[in-house]
């Protein structure tokens, strides 16, 4: 009896001893699934970035593959994480970063917005982030980057830009000049031009180098570009600054091409009406002006006819009322004589009797 309870305790205890076990494992698989710092909500149906109610330290945000806009609430709740080092948003609904928007998170060293619907980049979108190492803009609507977007980061070492429509016109091209001279890959291949056609599925670094024959650029894009230290890269920065100023400009008035075209399209339609207007106008200025004066010469001389015949008629009809008054006093005068056969007293007579 004694003996098969002290088997019955065995028993317990080596079950008590693997559960625990079990337990224990669990408990560092969990660690290892999040591990202290990161908060993980992807495929949540989020609207808004969530704020950090516990003011934990989180210094790994990742929300893909939800419905996050960046907007001004999102910014609000990114000020709760103070110490956030990697922002991870792909898959979402951005379509746009207004400019300072991430200055609120200045530590981040990776962003990621990969897979959005990003058509525009204000130049100053990702200003504030002196410690950023990696941007991921691949996979979005991106046709053109501002010739100013890299000011400020002289950390950066990875940008991704594949799987974009990029317009390879060269003063749009000036970015990428600047990119490749600040020494910071690209990414993998498949970053290729849509616009314009002739130039549709070729390669960008390719491209850049056909409109800037002068400098030389990394044939293979999947290799990081060759490092060169700071003297040198503010060498040819400085130099790129000066040959390229003009076409910076250009392309800081022509952001958005492929989106704003029917802008561009109008303004030059409004340009070329209000040119053509001035040169008729020029042209048929003099004679316009000789047939208005004519015009109104011969308002003048009816306007006389008008006032003669006016007066012609009011002087015809002050006649012809004066011989209505000379026919009616014949007439009246025919009567008397006509009544002198009869009974008329003359008071007149009647006076001088």
């Not at 003996?3 to 337990?23: D, F, H, I, K, P």
């Not at 003669?308 to 009809?317: G, R």
């Amino acid at each position: 009896m004694m003996q098969s309870c002290r088997q019955r305790l065995l028993l317990l205890c080596l079950t008590a001893a693997v559960a625990m076990n079990m337990l224990g494992n669990t408990a560092v698989a969990a660690k290892e699934v999040a591990p202290q710092g990161v908060k993980n909500l992807t495929n949540m149906a989020l609207s808004v970035i969530p704020h950090n109610v516990n003011s934990s330290v989180v210094t790994k945000l990742v929300i893909e593959r939800n419905l996050i806009t960046l907007n001004e609430l999102d910014r609000q709740a990114l000020v709760s994480y103070p110490l956030l080092e990697e922002l991870h948003l792909d898959g979402n609904w951005v379509t746009a970063v207004p400019a300072n928007y991430c200055s609120v998170v200045p530590h981040l060293r990776v962003l990621s917005l990969s897979r959005n619907n990003i058509s525009r980049l204000d130049p100053e979108a990702f200003f504030g982030l002196d410690d950023l190492t990696e941007l991921d803009l691949s996979h979005n609507q991106l046709t053109s980057l501002p010739s100013q977007l890299l000011r400020g980061m002289n950390g950066l070492k990875k940008l991704n830009l594949q799987e974009n429509p990029w317009n390879c016109s060269c003063p749009l091209l000036s970015s990428i000049v600047e990119v490749t001279a600040a020494n910071i890959s690209i990414g993998a291949p498949g970053v290729t031009c849509a616009f314009p056609e002739a130039k549709a599925g070729k390669d960008l670094y390719e491209t850049t180098a056909a409109c800037y024959p002068s400098l030389t650029f990394t044939a293979d894009p999947q290799t990081p570009a060759t490092p060169v230290n700071t003297q040198q890269s503010r060498t040819t920065s400085a130099m790129l600054k000066t040959t390229l100023s003009s076409s910076q400009d250009q392309s800081n008035d022509w952001t958005p091409v492929f989106g704003n075209t029917w802008k561009f399209t109008a303004c030059v339609v409004a340009l070329a009406l209000t040119t053509s207007m001035l040169i008729v106008c020029a042209i048929k200025g003099p004679s316009w002006y000789k047939l208005f004066h004519n015009y109104r010469h011969r308002r003048l001389n009816q306007q006389e006819d008008d006032e003669d015949n006016f007066a012609s008629t009011v002087f015809s009809e002050i006649e012809r009322y004066h011989n209505h008054q000379t026919f009616t006093f014949e007439h009246q005068n025919g009567q008397t004589e006509e009544e002198e056969d009869g009974y008329f007293e003359d008071p007149y007579i009647r006076r001088e009797e």
